[in-house]
């Protein structure tokens, strides 16, 4: 089969887990013998074309603006480059499959396509616009976004939602028949962690924390939703009880600054880092040193940094919202809280340094079930398994 993918987000282009998502996915698509061709803008450099083994090529085309700032128009601006480029190509590979779309951005150069060749279409939304905004529409960008995704969803022949959650949000927002939509989550890969487990990394922990402090690690885009408001507070809470404990929070975005604000306010700059961006293999490595991994999210269609930290067999407190909520079975593979709660986080955070025998027999659980249901592999062909229906439903339809 040959599958034509467009993602806004590839690497060296990583906004949030939508692009990571897409990274791991087609690799794994074509261990399975599928053939992808990834087009994507070229927001971050990178090669313009890459060829991934036998079966997959990525290509990264170059944007009409250097940098998005205007981002509905740009990105309809930037839809009808990739178009104007998948039509040559379309020309030049005799033609694809399936068309498989990774939310509103890229929606317009999908729909385009499938409407010239007559192709199906297949979304994967990673997320929404309303939900974002707590199930408002948050002024007239807001608005056009929300209807971008709308018209997404209603043009394609699948949809696919990565969690019960998104599921649930997809099918309320815009009205889809359950059966339109399948359920198919993000993955990791635990060998990458595997193979941090057997190094001694202990200098790496030497550079973040002193050897009697034991380590609260956090990683995300520093944004509202992802709570990170809540954590300093925590960390201020927690600290005064005299625990000693370091807080690594690491990510970029709006939030950064304010937070580090705060962090100075309350005079705890050596005890709560905010190191911005870090690369993955610190942040791989961090995982494996923490003593918990916190993500107090107010709203996250999945959490793919949770599957992460339980990769790394490093003990998860999470907010039971969203995707998070799926992932993580309380008392059994982490600790689940309700969100926006701080009492309740400081007081699952004593908990679970308190209690490292116990919470580490649940990163052991956690570990057991991300190799079992989160796997690349296992999300690959489940994906493949889709294509494969959605081709074959499509040779028993008249498309006038």
């Given at each position: 089969m040959r599958i034509l993918m467009f993602s806004w987000e590839y690497p060296p282009h990583l906004v949030g887990g939508l692009g990571a998502h897409v990274a791991a996915l087609v690799p794994a698509l074509a261990n399975q013998g599928v053939h992808v061709t990834l087009v994507t803008p070229r927001w971050g450099g990178g090669e313009p074309v890459e060829q991934l083994g036998d079966y997959a090529t990525v290509y990264r085309v170059t944007p009409p603006v250097e940098k998005p700032t205007n981002l509905f128009p740009d990105a309809q601006q930037t839809n009808l480059t990739l178009q104007k480029f998948a039509e040559e190509l379309w020309e030049q590979r005799g033609g694809f499959d399936l068309i498989h779309a990774h939310d509103w951005l890229v929606s317009f150069v999908a729909e385009g396509l499938k409407m010239s060749h007559k192709v199906p279409l297949l979304a994967t939304m990673h997320a929404t616009e309303r939900g974002r905004h707590g199930g408002h529409i948050a002024g007239e960008i807001s608005e056009a976004i929300n209807g971008a995704e709308w018209w997404l969803t209603f043009e394609a022949w699948r949809v696919i939602a990565t969690s019960r959650f998104m599921a649930n949000e997809v099918r309320a927002y815009f009205t889809l028949p359950t059966d339109k939509i399948s359920i198919i989550p993000n993955g990791v890969n635990p060998a990458r962690f595997d193979e941090l487990q057997m190094q001694d990394l202990r200098a790496l922990r030497d550079e973040w924390a002193l050897p009697d402090e034991k380590i609260v690690f956090a990683v995300g885009r520093m944004q509202y939703e992802k709570g990170f408001h809540l954590l300093v507070e925590a960390a201020h809470r927690l600290l005064l009880r005299g625990e000693r404990v370091k807080f690594i929070l690491a990510g970029r975005g709006a939030m950064l600054a304010p937070l580090r604000q705060r962090v100075a306010e309350l005079g705890l700059q050596e005890r709560v880092l905010l190191p911005g961006y870090i690369d993955d293999f610190v942040r791989d490595c961090l995982y494996c040193v923490a003593d918990v991994a916190v993500f107090p999210s107010l709203y996250e269609p999945f959490g793919i940094v949770a599957l992460e930290a339980m990769a790394a067999r490093c003990p998860v407190i999470v907010s039971d919202v969203g995707g998070l909520g799926?992932?993580?079975?309380?008392?059994?593979?982490?600790?689940?809280?309700?969100?926006?709660?701080?009492?309740?986080?400081?007081?699952?955070?004593?908990?679970?340094?308190?209690?490292?025998?116990?919470?580490?027999?649940?990163?052991?659980?956690?570990?057991?079930?991300?190799?079992?249901?989160?796997?690349?592999?296992?999300?690959?062909?489940?994906?493949?398994?889709?294509?494969?229906?959605?081709?074959?439903?499509?040779?028993?339809?008249?498309?006038?």
């Open positions: 799926d992932v993580v079975e309380s008392e059994v593979t982490g600790v689940k809280i309700p969100s926006y709660n701080l009492d309740v986080l400081v007081d699952a955070l004593a908990y679970v340094l308190d209690n490292s025998h116990a919470s580490h027999q649940r990163a052991e659980r956690a570990y057991d079930v991300v190799c079992r249901d989160y796997a690349w592999d296992h999300i690959a062909r489940a994906t493949m398994a889709l294509y494969a229906e959605i081709i074959e439903a499509r040779k028993h339809v008249v498309w006038d």
